[in-house]
């Protein structure tokens, strides 16, 4: 963190979506601070809803969801701020990309298939007043080659003339044609195979250093996570349970379920006997389980458990976590992890 | 040079002009009818038409229908069939020779081509010419024509051909005019008279030449021509001109004609923008013309349904099951469900149409007609007689066991006859048959039937020519083995057998029910050849179709009362419009 | 070696084969070829004959016996029925490949091209136009009820659209001639039927193109009125399925305005699935619509070719089924290559 200006402030956001069941509470009062040039990983089982606090930060939620309640703000770099919530459908237009980019993931996917590659520069440029497509076309190509790409062959390309790695780069340039202040990155390199995978975090790596943007970053690849992030923070069921640097996540968890995700990862030095999964599935969202909603899988779960919802307690240096048995699960990880206290 | 082509111009126009008016026959000051005639016909469009008259499908043979082109062409006479009597049209009179081995038409004296020519027997000898050529069955009966004067033309039979039916050809035949087809007569009779026959190469040239002959213009015996400008794509116009014998009858100016069929028809009727209109239109469309205040006219038909037996075929071998089928089928009921009021129940049962019998049958004979009125009791009873009773399940079986059973195909297109087959097969079944029906195409139908290939079906009977040879050709003849080509077994009724004592052909019997001019004798065996229809059964007529026609009068005056004779003419055939047209009977409103 | 006259040609030969536009017409030549056998020998397996038709008609009509019809039939028509099938193709296919598609059996002596001639441009008139709006007017609809699914447009147009996709058109045409002409007396019945009025001069002035709209207008009406409806549900389900994919949430992630991304990004890929079923729509137009010019009388291939299957016209209607073949082929031709141009994925003659 080469700064600590925050640039994305999110407080107590919901997402909702309706369903014919009731609301399905995909995302229940999720806040965290973003600072300039910081990577924020995100991590949980799918369906806990990282994907929709991405989506609900540049408003791009589907029709049928809702946020009942929180702030988005966003600080631009003239240092003013601005709720992203409350931004009219021409301003949120012109915020989305410029201001914060997305790279998706399953790349394949996210380029239009009938348009070249430089088309989707050149709209994404027009779009944002840019309409000199020498100048697109330079700050493309040097995008380009920071991303390890061939600029002259990949810019006239389409999109299935290029390989799976190639694409997520290309869609990493594109991220970064308008200099955005933060990108979000949706599982980059799930979808590819290990050595694109570790290029694209090569490339990732350096360019971030180089132009000095901030990642919200979700990956269900802990050792990527690891690698990248500066912050780490655990979701599930909605709900941000634990948030913290990225070596105390990884080594002093005070989340029982941060912990059962981390022993759910085979390690060099422990046994096979020693992995376990989470045993269960996520709950149900349109009802809820009350208490803590992990409760039920819970190692740890005690009767406090299932009728209190456990507050969000500052555990550390910028470590905070909401678990009722955050010392018990200390305990166990540094047994697990034989980190130090 | 210039001045020179200049007066040359001049002159041209100047005697171009001069001409013209020298053309303009000062005597026909008359004007065109102010009348319209409005009608439906299926006419093609050119390419395919055209004013060749021998070409079907494409030419006025089938573009006018035998209605319309009457008056384009004019035919000798008219048939009445209430009286078998023929009225003047082209002809003024006709007749037999006494030794009955020629027969001669006079044309009338004052007949025109509508460009002033003369109607005279070298047209007779053109028409006829190349008829041969096309293969015209007239020549069944004609050996040669001769021309007797300028109007009077005698058409020598063939020995021992001399009859009605071949007098029905020669007086019902469209007239064509020598100024059109003079060159290709002659070159038709110069190859008959040279020996060639349809085998030889040169005739074949010939009927291809003929078949490609596009006439400019149509010249016309009757009160109406048109040119190809005329034919549209919804209609066609029949335009009035001065110089037939029949302009000065007729009450039109114009005949628009309609093209398409009953579909396309139905809403320019139900609209009021047809006089009358010759489609057959369905028993619900006929309430629909009715609602609209749109008048009909029923006619006959000329035919009806009849139900064929495969005789190759257990039980319809059997007379009594034939007999009993005719007992059970209430006709009444069965008549209704064809096709509403559009046809009805066959009385006589002699296989003669209904109004033919009381003119071609002796008292005698029709006293012993058997009426086959509905009467279960007694088909059991003829049933009983055969050895079949009826078994558990109610259903008529042999002592064996065996169940009358059958399939009973029917042409799925023609809603009439589909209507017969469907009511026919509940009705027997309902007695204690096992019948199934079954709807096929009815092009496939035909060819069933004509090779055996069904146990039971239906076709019609009777037919749209007055005579009793023709009346009872279709089916006995037409769909049985005498009657087509080798192989074919159609309903395989066998024609000769013992009747009274003694071996008849009635193939033969038939075909001399209608031969020569003895009409006593014609009668004789008239009655006779019914008589064994009647008690044999080969086939069941069951109802006579009856063409149910919109004719507006709210366009048209003039449309006949129901008892006018006139309406017995069949719709197929000699159709009273044709008569009444001409003559002016009708007028517009 | 390389530049003997003998290599220069053996390549030349071989870039002509390998090309393009060789295999595409080679593949049309032999496509036409298969269709054209399958058509004759299938025509033949109708039951029925021209003559046998023929046949029928006379001894109904006037009374001959069959040996007179037959003979009568015979003279008619240049037909032999009895020659086997295999020297008739011959002699067909001869003719065919000198360009002669032969005479009309029914219409003796009227050549098939002339019908051809007379017929085509009316249907392709007709028919074109009203595929051109159908097609048109079901991409817009398609895709607005897809944009706003779930709302009144959407659930009262799927409903419609369903409605109208189920209902014959020889029903509709019927219904538009009795209710708006016969009880509503929006229009004379015979004012609409047939192509064009009799009065008016062939030319390029307004009564004549007004006669044409006027009489094009219940035909094109009813065609647009049976398959608008399949074009909206095809378009509305296509457009949904883009709307899901990632692209459209990337375009909208970019800051892209609304126009650019309906047109290139949801629109063009939309329509990927329906320019296939378009080809072989525009194929079948030069086929015309049978039943509707069979109840309007309007003069196009349909009406010729009602007349033709009725009569078993073989000439007649193999001339119709070759035209409507040849169209298909070009057509797939055609759509193969705007398919390429609006997908780089199968783009003809591609990199890779």
Not at chain 1, 140 to 146: G, Q, S, T
Not at chain 2, 501 to 518: K, P, T, V, Y
Request: charged residues 20%; contains cysteine; aromatic residues 10%.
């Amino acid at each position: 963190m080469s700064e600590n200006k925050v640039v994305l402030s999110v407080r107590d956001l919901s997402v909702h979506y309706l369903t014919q069941r009731g609301a399905l509470k995909a995302v229940s009062h999720a806040s965290f601070d973003l600072h300039k040039g910081e990577t924020l990983a995100l991590m949980g089982e799918s369906g806990c809803g990282k994907s929709t606090l991405n989506l609900a930060l540049m408003r791009l939620l589907p029709g049928n969801a809702r946020v009942p309640n929180g702030a988005i703000v966003y600080t631009r770099r003239d240092g003013s701020t601005i709720d992203v919530l409350k931004m009219n459908q021409d301003r949120l237009r012109r915020f989305r990309w410029s201001e914060c980019a997305m790279v998706f993931q399953a790349a394949l996917n996210s380029l239009n298939p009938v348009l070249r590659v430089r088309d989707m520069f050149y709209d994404t440029a027009r779009a944002h007043g840019e309409t000199n497509h020498h100048k697109v076309r330079r700050r493309a190509l040097e995008l380009f080659r920071k991303v390890r790409l061939d600029p002259e062959r990949v810019f006239n390309a389409y999109p299935h003339e290029l390989s799976g790695g190639m694409r997520q780069r290309v869609l990493i340039a594109l991220g970064l044609l308008l200099d955005p202040q933060i990108v979000i990155l949706d599982e980059p390199t799930t979808a590819v195979d290990i050595l694109t995978q570790r290029t694209i975090i090569d490339v990732l790596l350096s360019i971030k250093d180089e132009l000095n943007f901030s990642i919200i970053f979700i990956s269900h690849d802990l050792s990527v996570a690891a690698e990248m992030a500066d912050t780490v923070g655990t979701m599930y069921a909605g709900e941000i349970v634990e948030l913290g640097p990225v070596n105390d996540m990884f080594y002093r968890p005070r989340h029982a379920y941060t912990l059962g995700l981390l022993e759910a990862i085979p390690r060099l030095s422990a046994g096979a006997e020693e992995l376990t999964s989470i045993p269960g599935s996520p709950p149900d969202l349109v009802e809820p389980p009350s208490g803590c909603k992990f409760h039920i899988r819970c190692p740890f779960a005690t009767d406090i458990c299932a009728k209190e919802t456990p507050p969000m307690e500052v555990v550390g240096d910028g470590h905070s976590a909401a678990c009722w048995h955050a010392d018990q699960v200390y305990a166990r990880a540094l047994q697990f992890t034989g980190a130090e206290s | 040079m210039k001045r020179y082509l200049q007066c040359l111009l001049i002159a041209a126009l100047v005697l171009s002009l001069v001409g013209a008016a020298g053309l303009n026959k000062p005597a026909q000051a008359q004007e065109a009818p102010s009348g319209v005639w409005f009608g439906t016909w299926p006419y093609v469009l050119p390419p395919e038409h055209s004013f060749n008259a021998y070409v079907t499908n494409g030419g006025l043979e089938t573009n006018l229908g035998v209605g319309f082109r009457s008056y384009v062409e004019l035919p000798m006479a008219f048939y009445m069939w209430s009286t078998g009597e023929y009225l003047p049209l082209l002809a003024e009179s006709w007749g037999f020779s006494d030794d009955n081995s020629y027969y001669w038409t006079k044309i009338r004296e004052d007949a025109t081509w509508s460009n002033g020519d003369p109607v005279t027997a070298d047209d007779v000898l053109a028409t006829y010419a190349i008829g041969r050529l096309m293969n015209w069955s007239d020549f069944a009966y004609i050996d040669r024509l001769e021309k007797v004067d300028e109007k009077t033309v005698n058409y020598i039979f063939l020995e021992g051909q001399g009859s009605l039916l071949a007098e029905r050809f020669i007086l019902k035949n469209y007239i064509r005019d020598a100024y059109t087809y003079g060159e290709l007569a002659t070159k038709a009779q110069e190859l008959y008279d040279s020996g060639k026959t349809s085998e030889d190469p040169e005739w074949t040239e010939l009927v291809d030449e003929i078949n490609a002959f596009r006439p400019d213009e149509l010249l016309a015996s009757g009160p109406y021509t048109y040119t190809l400008d005329d034919v549209g794509d919804t209609y066609m116009t029949l335009h009035w001109h001065p110089n037939s014998i029949f302009s000065d009858s007729v009450n039109f100016g114009e005949i628009r004609i309609w093209a398409g069929e009953t579909e396309a028809t139905t809403p320019l009727v139900l609209s009021g923008e047809i006089a009358h209109a010759t489609n057959v239109y369905p028993p619900s469309t006929l309430e629909a013309f009715a609602a609209a205040g749109i008048n009909t006219v029923a006619i006959p038909r000329g035919y009806g349904p009849a139900l064929l037996f495969q005789h190759d075929t257990w039980p319809w071998n059997i007379t009594e099951v034939r007999q009993a089928s005719a007992l059970v089928i209430d006709r009444e009921e069965n008549a209704f469900l064809t096709n509403g009021l559009g046809a009805t129940a066959t009385q006589y049962m002699a296989g003669l149409a209904d109004s033919m019998v009381p003119l071609w049958m002796t008292q005698e004979a029709i006293d012993q007609l058997d009426r086959y009125e509905f009467d279960p009791d007694r088909a059991a009873e003829l049933l009983q007689s055969a050895g079949f009773e009826r078994n558990a399940d109610g259903k008529w079986a042999d002592a064996d066991g065996n169940v009358i059973t059958a399939e009973f195909k029917f042409p799925a297109e023609f809603t009439d006859f589909s209507g017969m087959a469907l009511n026919a097969t509940e009705q027997l079944n309902e007695f204690g048959f096992d019948i199934t029906a079954r709807a096929i195409p009815w092009q496939q139908c035909a060819d069933d039937i004509r090779n055996g290939d069904f146990e039971l079906s239906v076709w019609s009977w009777s037919s749209q020519s007055p005579f009793p040879a023709r009346q009872f050709y279709g089916p006995i003849q037409r769909f049985n083995y005498v009657g087509l080509t080798q192989g074919q077994k159609g309903m395989n009724f066998p024609m000769e057998f013992e009747w009274n004592g003694e071996m008849i052909d009635l193939d033969q019997m038939i075909n001399d029910s209608s031969a020569g001019l003895d009409i006593e004798k014609q009668v004789e065996i008239t009655s006779e050849v019914a008589l064994i229809i009647n008690q044999l059964m080969p086939f069941v007529p069951l109802n006579e179709l009856i063409s149910v026609e919109p004719f507006n009068t709210d366009l048209i005056d003039g449309l006949p009362d129901p008892d006018d004779p006139i309406l017995q003419n069949p719709s197929s055939t000699d159709h009273f419009i044709i008569y009444s047209l001409l003559t002016g009977a009708f007028s517009p409103k | 070696m390389e530049g003997t006259p003998a290599h220069r040609l053996y390549d030349a030969i071989k870039r002509v084969v390998g090309s393009y536009a060789f295999r595409v017409v080679v593949q049309g030549i032999l496509t036409l070829w298969a269709v054209t056998t399958f058509t004759f020998v299938l025509i033949r397996q109708m039951p029925g004959n021209p003559i046998q038709i023929k046949i029928d008609q006379l001894m109904d009509q006037r009374q001959l016996s069959y040996d007179d019809a037959l003979k009568s039939a015979a003279g008619l028509y240049d037909f032999d029925p009895d020659e086997p099938l295999i020297q008739q193709y011959v002699k067909y296919i001869g003719k065919l490949a000198r360009g002669d598609l032969g005479k009309s059996i029914l219409s003796a002596g009227t050549p098939v091209a002339d019908q051809i001639r007379r017929y085509l441009p009316w249907t392709l008139f007709s028919v074109g136009s009203g595929l051109l709006i159908s097609f048109t007017l079901g991409v817009l609809l398609g895709m607005s009820m897809a944009y706003w699914r779930g709302g009144l447009l959407d659930n009262t147009m799927t409903v419609v659209a369903s409605i109208m996709y189920g209902v014959p058109d020889f029903v509709i045409a019927l219904l538009l001639l009795l209710v708006a002409g016969v009880q509503l007396e929006l229009f004379k019945v015979g004012d609409v039927l047939g192509g064009i009025s009799q009065d008016v001069e062939a030319g390029f002035n307004v009564p004549y193109i007004t006669s044409l709209v006027q009489h094009a207008g219940l035909p094109v009406l009813t065609y647009v009125w049976t398959t608008v409806g399949g074009w909206i549900l095809t378009m509305k389900s296509s457009t949904i399925s883009t709307l899901g994919e990632d692209y459209i949430t990337v375009a909208k992630a970019r800051g892209l305005p609304e126009r650019r991304i309906v047109l290139a990004y949801v629109g063009r890929n939309a329509m990927l699935p329906l320019i296939t079923r378009l080809a072989i729509s525009i194929g079948f137009v030069v086929g015309g619509s049978v039943i509707i010019e069979f109840i309007f009388q309007y003069p196009g291939l349909g009406r010729l070719l009602y007349t033709a299957i009725n009569g078993r016209d073989y000439t007649t209607m193999q001339g119709v089924f070759l035209v409507i073949s040849a169209a298909v082929v070009v057509s797939n031709i055609l759509a193969d290559l705007v398919f390429g141009l609006l997908d780089p994925r199968v783009r003809v003659g591609g990199q890779k």
